[in-house]
C-alpha cells in the first residue's frame, strides 16, 4: 500500500453492519462446501455464498485472517433454484442452478419452467476464482443481471472462536480501480490486510457498476441470445500489503496480494487435478470389495494434501478447517501416526517441522520449557500483536513424548536414518524435558498446570475447560496428572530406548528401558480403579484419581503401557454400554454427572480416538473387538458428506435414532479424523513394520463381514513397496504378497 496516498477510513458498523466478529453466529448448519490449496481456504454455505455475512463459521481465509466475510451471488427474478451442490476429491465445486419461468411472474405461460441454467465453479489456488457461466434455454433472447456483493471484516481466528477484543484495527473504505475492489484494514500488529476482488471475462461497464456499489459489490447487465452463454469470473486474491515480521520465531510466509493475469479456470482446474493424482500416486493405494469404502479412503488420503499448509518454506499438516488451519504439536504427531500406512512423509514433515520451532527458554507467558514441543502456532494479528501466546505456545503436555513416539514409528517403517538422524538432537532435548516432567521430585509423573492466565487449563488432548472431570461432575484441579500422558510417556522412553539400542547407545538404552519400566509400574498402582474395570482419566493436584469413566484409557493400551490382563478389561469396558454410542466409543461413559453427549469432549465421539483405542486393541490381541470400532465408524460415516470423519460428532445413542448426530461446529475435514481411516485399518489387519530388518509383521487379520477383499497396493516399508491382498474367512483373514518392488521385504503372517 502506497503510505503516500489519501487514506478514507471507515466504521465497521458501516461496512459490515457489525463492529465486532466475535459476537456473529456461530454456526450456520453442517452442510457446508470446503475448498483449500496451501494456506488459502474458503467455508461456504451449500449455494457456495458466504452469508449470512459475518457468520463465525464461513468466509474465505489466509492462514489466521478472514479475507471475505460476506459473499453472495443474487439474480434477477430472486433466489434461483439449487439443483445440486457438489465438491470434487480435488476440491473444485460446482454448484448448478436454474431460474424459472415463475420467478418471471409467467405462471400460467407455455414457456418451459426451468429457461436459464446458472452455473457457478469454484477453486483455490493461489486466489479463489469463481466462473459464473448462463445458458439461456429459451427461444428468444433475453436481459439478465447478476450481483456479487461482499465484504471483508479481516477478522482473526481467534474472534471466530468467540475470543472479544479490547479494541480493533482500522477499516479503509473500498477503493475501485478500473475492474477491481480493494478492501484494506490497518492491523493492530503494524500489518495492512488486503483483499482484491477482479472482475474478469463478459461484462458491461465493469468499473461503473463496482463504483455504484461503492467498492462493495459488482452488478453486472447481461444479454442472452437463444440457446446463447456467458461466462465470467470474480477472482479474490488475498495478503499482507505492508507490516513487521509475524511472530518472534521469524517472518511467517505473508505474501503480498497476488497481482497480474489470471489463468482459466479450466487450467487451474487441470493443474489442481494433476497435483492431487500426483500425491495419490505416491501414497498407498486401498481396493476393496466395497466400492464406498474404498472412496472413503480415497477421500481421506486427497484430505491429506488438502490440509497441508507452508510456513518458514516447510509443509506441514494442519489439524482442520475452519477453526484449525495451522499447526498444531498434537494433532500433527497423531496423525502423522495415523497416515503412516498410507503417506509416511506426514510424519516426516510434522516432526521437522516441530523440532524447529522446540522450546529453548523457559518463558511462562508461553509455557514455553526447553525441549518442549509447542501445542500451537498462530500468525494472525491477535498472535503477531501479543494478544494471544500462540507465536508459538506451549502448552501441551502431550506433544513432546508423542515428538519420541512418532519419530520411532517413522523409523520403523521407513528405515530413514539420515533424517532420523538429523532429528536426533531434537529427540534427546524432548528427553530432557521429559526426565525433568517426571521426575521423582515431582512423583515420577507427567503433570500439567498453565503459567500464563492466557493459556490453557487443560493440556491433554480433551483441552476444553471441562475436559477432564470427576464422575460426580466436578472439574480436577492442576497440577494434574493424565493417564494417556503417562502412557504416551513411557511409550516414548520403550521406544527411544529401542532406538538407541539399534544405534549400538546400549548404555543410554538400557537407562530408558528401565525408566519405562518404573513410570508403567505408577500408572498401575495410582490409576486402575477395580471396581469400575479401567483406569482413571487422571490424577489431580492431591493425588486423587480422577474416577469418571472416559475413552483415555484406550491411549494406555494404544502406548502398550498397561498390564494384559488390565488390557482385557479396558477393551471390554469401551465396548459396553456406556462407553459404545453404537457409532463408536464416547469421550466419556454415559449415566455419569458430567455426561453430556452435545458436549465438546464430555460424551461426544472423536474417530481418531476411537482409532487409537482400536490399534490398542489389536496390540492386546483384541482385533475383532478393534473391527467392531472399525464397523461402527463406518456405519456413521456413510451419513457423513463425502463418507469423511468430521472432527467429532454427537454421542447420542444409536437406539434412539437411526442416523448419527452432526456436532455444529466440528471442523471437517480435520486431519486426525480422516486419518483415522488407516489406523482402523492397519488395526484390523495386525500391521507392525520392521523397515531395518527388512520384515512386516501381520499379526491375526481380520475383516469385519461387510469387507469381503481388501488389497493395499504400494504399502512402504524402507526402499520396499508390498501389495497385500486380504480376504476374509470365517474366524480370520488370509493373507497373501502379491508384489514386492524396490528391496527385499519379507512379509511373515500369524494367524
Known amino acids: 500500500m502506497d503510505d503516500a496516498r489519501a487514506v478514507s477510513l471507515a466504521r465497521p458498523e458501516d461496512l459490515l453492519g457489525y463492529s465486532d466478529p466475535s459476537t456473529q453466529p456461530e454456526a450456520t448448519g453442517v452442510d457446508k462446501l470446503v475448498l ?18 459475518g457468520a463465525r463459521d464461513l468466509g474465505l481465509f489466509l492462514t489466521d485472517t478472514r479475507h471475505l466475510s460476506s459473499w453472495k451471488l443474487s439474480v434477477k427474478g430472486g433466489p434461483p433454484l439449487c439443483l445440486s451442490s457438489q465438491v470434487s ?33 469454484q477453486i483455490i ?75 474478469e471475462g463478459l461484462r458491461a461497464d465493469g468499473p461503473a457498476r463496482l463504483s455504484r456499489m461503492g467498492g462493495r459489490g459488482a452488478r453486472v447487465d ?9 461466462e465470467l469470473s470474480f477472482v479474490v486474491a488475498a495478503g499482507i500489503e505492508r507490516g513487521p515480521a509475524a511472530g518472534r520465531r521469524g517472518r511467517d510466509e505473508d505474501r503480498e496480494v497476488p497481482r497480474g493475469p489470471s489463468a482459466s479456470f479450466d487450467a487451474r482446474a487441470h493443474a489442481t487435478r494433476e497435483a492431487y493424482d500426483a500425491w495419490g500416486r505416491g501414497a498407498t493405494h486401498f481396493r476393496s470389495s466395497n466400492d464406498l469404502f474404498d472412496l472413503a479412503l480415497h477421500h481421506a488420503v486427497a484430505d491429506l494434501k488438502a490440509l497441508r499448509v507452508y510456513h518458514f518454506g516447510e509443509p506441514v499438516i494442519s489439524a482442520g478447517i475452519p477453526w484449525y488451519t495451522c499447526p498444531f504439536g498434537r494433532d500433527a504427531l497423531i496423525t502423522g501416526y495415523e497416515a503412516m500406512l498410507a503417506a509416511p512423509e506426514v510424519a516426516r514433515d510434522a516432526l521437522r517441522f516441530l523440532a524447529r520451532l522446540q522450546g529453548t527458554v523457559d518463558d511462562p507467558e508461553r509455557d514455553e520449557e526447553p525441549g518442549k514441543i509447542p501445542h500451537e502456532i498462530r500468525f494472525g494479528e491477535m498472535a503477531s500483536a501479543g494478544e494471544v501466546p500462540h507465536s508459538p505456545y506451549y502448552g501441551s503436555a502431550d506433544a513432546t513424548p508423542l515428538f519420541l513416539v512418532v519419530l520411532d514409528e517413522y523409523d520403523r517403517w521407513t528405515g530413514d536414518r539420515a533424517t532420523v538422524e538429523s ?42 475447560h471441562d475436559g477432564v472431570p470427576f464422575a460426580d461432575g466436578r472439574p480436577a484441579e492442576p497440577p494434574i496428572a493424565l493417564v494417556e500422558v503417562q502412557g504416551y510417556a513411557v511409550d516414548a522412553r520403550r521406544r527411544m530406548g529401542e532406538l538407541y539400542r539399534r544405534l549400538g547407545r546400549d548404555a543410554d538404552a538400557e537407562r530408558l528401558l528401565a525408566a519405562a519400566r518404573a513410570h508403567a509400574e505408577a500408572i498401575e498402582e495410582r490409576f486402575w480403579m477395580e471396581q469400575a ?13 480422577v474416577d469418571a469413566v ?44 458430567a455426561y453430556n453427549p452435545l458436549s465438546y469432549h464430555n460424551g461426544t465421539v472423536w474417530p481418531h480416538d476411537n482409532a487409537l483405542c482400536a490399534m490398542g486393541m489389536s496390540a492386546y490381541g483384541e482385533v475383532e473387538r478393534a473391527g467392531e470400532v472399525l464397523t461402527g465408524l463406518w456405519q456413521a460415516a456413510q451419513h457423513f458428506r463425502l463418507l469423511r470423519f468430521p472432527e467429532l460428532f454427537c454421542g447420542l445413542g444409536r437406539d434412539g435414532g437411526r442416523f448419527p448426530v452432526h456436532y455444529p461446529v466440528a471442523c471437517s475435514p480435520q486431519a486426525w479424523s480422516s486419518a483415522a481411516w488407516f489406523l482402523l485399518v492397519r488395526a484390523v489387519l495386525g500391521l507392525h513394520p520392521d523397515a531395518h530388518a527388512h520384515t512386516l509383521h501381520v499379526r491375526f487379520p481380520w475383516l469385519p463381514p461387510w469387507l469381503d477383499e481388501l488389497t493395499l497396493e504400494g504399502v512402504r516399508v524402507g526402499a520396499a513397496r508390498a501389495t497385500l491382498r486380504f480376504l476374509r474367512g470365517p474366524k480370520s483373514a488370509y493373507a497373501e504378497v502379491v508384489d514386492v518392488e524396490g528391496g527385499p521385504l519379507r512379509v511373515r503372517i500369524e494367524v
Open 423 to 464: 532429528l536426533l538432537p531434537a529427540a534427546e532435548r524432548a528427553l530432557g524435558w521429559l526426565d525433568r516432567a517426571a521426575a521423582p521430585a515431582r512423583g515420577g509423573l507427567v503433570t500439567y498446570a498453565r503459567r500464563t492466565p492466557k493459556g490453557l487449563r487443560n493440556q491433554g488432548w480433551k483441552d476444553s
Open 125 to 199: 489456488d493461489d486466489v479463489f476464482v469463481e466462473r459464473i457461466v448462463l445458458t439461456n434455454f429459451l427461444d428468444r433472447p433475453i436481459s439478465f443481471w447478476l450481483e456479487m456483493a461482499w465484504a471483508a471484516d479481516f477478522a482473526d481466528v481467534f474472534e471466530i472462536r468467540g475470543a472479544q477484543r479490547a479494541a480493533r484495527g482500522t477499516y479503509e473504505v473500498p477503493r475501485v480501480e478500473k475492474d477491481r475492489a480493494i478492501l484494506r484494514y490497518d492491523g493492530r500488529d503494524g500489518r495492512g490486510y488486503a483483499t482484491e476482488i477482479r472482475l
Open 550 to 593: 472416559t475413552s483415555n484409557p484406550g491411549h494406555l493400551l494404544f502406548s502398550g503401557a498397561a498390564a494384559p490382563d488390565r488390557a482385557r478389561r479396558v477393551a471390554a469396558s469401551l465396548l459396553d454400554e456406556r462407553m459404545w454410542s453404537g457409532w463408536g466409543i464416547r469421550t466419556l461413559g454415559a449415566g455419569q454427572a
Open 533 to 545: 474395570g479401567t483406569y482413571a482419566i487422571a490424577l489431580d493436584r492431591e493425588g486423587r484419581q
Open 36 to 53: 483449500k490449496r496451501g494456506n488459502l481456504f474458503l467455508v461456504a454455505n451449500r449455494l457456495g455464498d458466504v452469508a449470512p455475512a
Open 222 to 230: 447481461l444479454h442472452l441470445d437463444p440457446a446463447g452463454k456467458v
Open 89 to 121: 476429491p480435488e476440491y473444485v465445486a460446482q454448484i448448478d442452478f436454474t431460474v424459472t419461468s415463475l420467478h418471471e411472474g409467467d405462471l400460467l405461460g407455455r414457456e418451459p419452467v426451468n429457461y436459464v441454467h446458472l452455473r457457478r465453479d
